[in-house]
Structures are given as structure tokens and as C-alpha cells.
């Protein structure tokens, strides 16, 4: 039977999943540990509920009658912001974390082997022809920018699109925080950004898109994994240099396979190209994989 692979980060100091279960999970991020919500762990926890009590700062319970939001309760060592680094393939980024009202902290841990590979991408992009042009890089649903910070620190110019201007400006602090700069950050609709890329003729070297099931523009557009996301790729078709390339897609949503994903991206983007396609995951002390999306990745030197 085929496996589908799979992918996790190298262990690194600043974080720890320490426990799942219970439909919740117990992470560490730096000195401070947090428990959240988390649907796909539906097996049992391995520590009681009395040493998940005991070993976190901030536990996050959700509103009544509210599917997304909720409140945080916190012992009073817990500060509002903290920061936590990352080291690994020649990066040294470090992320500042906050707890928000939607559970998150500003940072998905498990998206730390995707900035390794764009890592690793550039620097065999560069050692193979030195005199290259600058890649452009443009980073889509782009959220607190792990992914932008991983391209600018290779040396490629990004372009870095979400839709919510508070998170853009938790991106420009990562960003100052990592010694960088010249990130473009930009206010807008992906759809309509793409769309306008591509009547410009405009090509990326560089694609990376982690778009959620559903969300809303600046404007208030619309976005509907389910109904839009193949019209998406078709446009990322057509602006990524067909000759010297990475792309880089994760999809949260439960409803979507890798097999979709897969099914997808070869719908829009054809066959002949060597893909990795397959799940994210972070495992816990215990050994349990904890499921956290599908990816499908390729790129290409020139």
C-alpha cells in the first residue's frame, strides 16, 4: 500500500507540541506553554487534565455560540508579547507572539520545513548561477510572514499580500526583529492581486499560498476555499516563470485531501514536474502524529 508522505520540522528549542488529545493541544513557545483548541486531535491525552492545567500560562476556551472566536485565561507571569527564534538552513528569523482572540499566537509551527525548503531552494538557485537575477517572490494569504522572512533572507524580493492590515504589521515586526527589510507589504484581495499580475504579464520565481477555508478582503470580497481555489491556481499558473520556479501550497481545511490537493494543482499546473505532495503534521512526547494540513510543493533550477 502507498503511504502518503509526510512532513514534520527537525526538533528546535523554541518550540515543543508537549501533549494532544481531547481535541486540544499543549504547545511550548519558548518559556510559555498554551493550550488551544485543536478538532483533529480526537484520541485521548496523555497527561491529566491536572498537569495541563499546571503546566500552562494561557488556556483559550471558546465563546458560546461562536465556532472561531474566544477568550484567553492566563496566570499573571504571561505577558502580552513574547518572542521565540528559529534556526535551521542558514536562517536565524525570529517571530513575535501574541495571544489573539481567534486562538492563534501568530506563528504555525509546523510550516518551519516550507522555510527550509525555500531556504534551500534559493541558496541551489544561487550556487548555481551566482550572476542570476534577484527572485521575486510573491506570498499570498501570507498571514504573519514565516515564509516571506525565509525568501528576503536568501536574498529574493517579496511581495507579501494578506488582507488584514493589523496582521501586516505583525509581519513588519518579525521582520525588523529578524535584522531584514524590504519586504513589500501589501493591504489587498489575493484574487484580485493575481488577476492583476498576470494582465500585467508580470512572472514570480517564487509562489507560495496558505489560504484559509473561507475569509474576507479588504473590501469585504469573498473567499471560499472550496469554490475558488482552483480558479486561484489557474491565475498562478500563468505568472510563474515556467523556466526557474518554487511553489508552495498548504490547505487547512478537513475537507481536503492530499489526493485532492494533488488532483488540483495537475489540473492547473499539468504534469512532468517532480511534485512532493502529501500531509504536515507535529509529533507530541507521546509519538502521536498531530495532522495539520496537506501540502504540494515542486520547483525548478535553471
Known amino acids: ?22 481535541y486540544e493541544k499543549l504547545e511550548r513557545f519558548g518559556k510559555y506553554v498554551t493550550t488551544r483548541p485543536e478538532p483533529q486531535a480526537v484520541w485521548p491525552k496523555l497527561m491529566s487534565e491536572e498537569e495541563w492545567e499546571n503546566q500552562s500560562h494561557a488556556i ?10 474566544g477568550r484567553w485565561m492566563t496566570r499573571e507571569s504571561m505577558p502580552d508579547n513574547w518572542y521565540i527564534g528559529r534556526q535551521s538552513k542558514g536562517l536565524d528569523l525570529r517571530f513575535k507572539l501574541s495571544l489573539s482572540s481567534f486562538k492563534h499566537v501568530g506563528l504555525f509551527p509546523e510550516q518551519a520545513v516550507n522555510w527550509d525548503y525555500i531556504a534551500a531552494h534559493l541558496a541551489e538557485r544561487k550556487a548555481a548561477n551566482p550572476n542570476a537575477a534577484m527572485p521575486k517572490v510573491l506570498n499570498l494569504f501570507a498571514y504573519t510572514g514565516g515564509a516571506s522572512l525565509a525568501a528576503k533572507a536568501l536574498g529574493a524580493d517579496v511581495v507579501h499580500v494578506d ?21 513589500r507589504w501589501l493591504p489587498e484581495d489575493a484574487m484580485k ?7 500585467r504579464g508580470t512572472k514570480y520565481q517564487g509562489l507560495i499560498l496558505d489560504p484559509p477555508a473561507y475569509g474576507r478582503g479588504p473590501e469585504g470580497e469573498k473567499w471560499q476555499l472550496e469554490d475558488q481555489i482552483f480558479e486561484m491556481l489557474q491565475h498562478c499558473a500563468n505568472i510563474i516563470d515556467p523556466d526557474d520556479h518554487f511553489f508552495i501550497i498548504n490547505l487547512y481545511s478537513l475537507g481536503f485531501s492530499a489526493l485532492i490537493l494533488e488532483n488540483l494543482m495537475k489540473a492547473a499546473f499539468g504534469d512532468g514536474r517532480a511534485e512532493e505532495c502529501g500531509e504536515l503534521y507535529l509529533p507530541d512526547s507521546g509519538g502521536r502524529k498531530l495532522p495539520l494540513g496537506t501540502y504540494y510543493r515542486f520547483r525548478k533550477v535553471k
Not at 4 to 19: G, N, Q, R, V
Open 193 to 199: 492581486f493575481v488577476k492583476r499580475e498576470e494582465r
Open 1 to 22: 500500500m502507498q503511504s502518503i508522505p509526510l512532513l514534520t520540522p527537525a526538533p528546535w528549542p523554541d518550540y515543543e507540541l508537549l501533549d494532544s488529545g481531547g
Open 60 to 69: 483559550f476556551r471558546k465563546d458560546k455560540g461562536d465556532a472561531e472566536k
Open 163 to 183: 488582507s488584514v492590515k493589523q496582521v501586516l504589521s505583525w509581519g513588519k515586526e518579525n521582520m525588523l526583529a529578524s535584522g531584514l527589510d524590504g519586504i
